[in-house]
C-alpha cells in the first residue's frame, strides 16, 4: 500500500523485490492501465527537476517485471492520502527483455514528496531492483537577456541565461523562422552567455537553452523560449536591397550594424569574416570595371562580385 511506501535515496537504495502476490486495493487511477499489482516507493526531491529511475532485472532472475513507472503527489496523512498523478510519457519499462531499463521522472519540485507505484502491464508480475542514480537531471534554464520581446538589439547579439544546478555545459537553440523549428548552434560549458555570430539586422530571433549533464539533457525546455528583434541595419543590408551604383558616381555608406546575409567570399587570401556585409549592384558596361572602396581606419573591406539573382548567386570574383 501507499501509506507503506520504501524511502528511496539517490545513489544510496538499491531495494529488490517482486510484484507476485501484490495487489491494488485503495491504489488510485493510472493513466496508463488500471493497477492490479503494485507496489510503493516514496522519493523526496532534492533539487527543481527530472530524475533517472534504473529499473535492473536482479541478478540470477530469467525474467523481469514488464511494467509502468507512475508518478504521484499527495496530500492529506496516511492512510487518507489523496494522489494526483503527475503525467509523465515516457515510464514504461519492460524487464523480460532487458536487463535495465533508464527512466525519466516529471520535471519534480525541490523538497516536495512524490510516489512512486510499479505496476505490471495487463496484469504482469515479476521481479525488480530499483535505484536513484546520484545525478539528477538538470532543470531548465531561464532567459536572461535580452529581454523578450526586446528590439533594437545590437549585432551581433549577445545572450545570456540563469545558472542550473547540476549542470555542466548548455546547449543554445536558435530559430529565425518564429520558432517553428530550431536549430541547434553549440554547446557552452563555463559560461552564461554567448555571442551570436551570422546574424542579420531587423530580424527576429528565438532562443532557447538546455542544461546538460552527465544524467542527460533538460527535457522540454522549448517551452522556455524568448524572442528579441535586432536592431535595423543599413538600407542596403541585404541582397534585394541593394543599392545601385553608377559610373564615376561616388556613394557613401557604413556597415554599422549590419548583419551577415551570405557566406564568406571565396577570395583566399583575402577573405573577410562575413559578419557585417552590405550590398551594391551594378550593370555592366563593358568587359571590366573598377570598384573603389575607401574607409576611415581601421575598416578593412573585402569586395566579393556575384552575378545572377539573389535567390542564385555566383561569384565572379
Known sequence: AVCDAITLTRGVTNYCGTTVCATATGDPAFSQSSPNNTVWFRYVATANGRVEVKLKRPDGASTGLFGWLATYTASGTCPNLTLTEVVNTNNGFNLTTNDSVVLQTPILTAGVTYYFMLDGVNGASGAYCISMPITQIPACATNVSPANLATG???????????????????????????????????????????VNNTLGNTTYHWYIQPKNAAGNAVGCVITATSFTTIAGPANDFCNSATTLTASNVVNGTTVNAGASQGVAACVPAAGTADDDVWYQFTAIGDSAIITVQGAAPFDAVVALYGGTCTALTQQG
Do not use: R
Not at 543554445?172 to 554567448?194: E, Q
Open 153 to 195: 538589439v545590437n549585432l551581433p547579439p549577445v545572450v545570456s541565461w540563469s545558472a542550473v544546478p547540476g549542470a555542466t555545459s548548455y546547449g543554445l537553440f536558435w530559430s529565425s523562422n518564429g520558432g517553428s523549428t530550431y536549430d541547434s548552434i553549440g554547446s557552452i560549458v563555463n559560461s552564461l552567455s554567448a555571442q
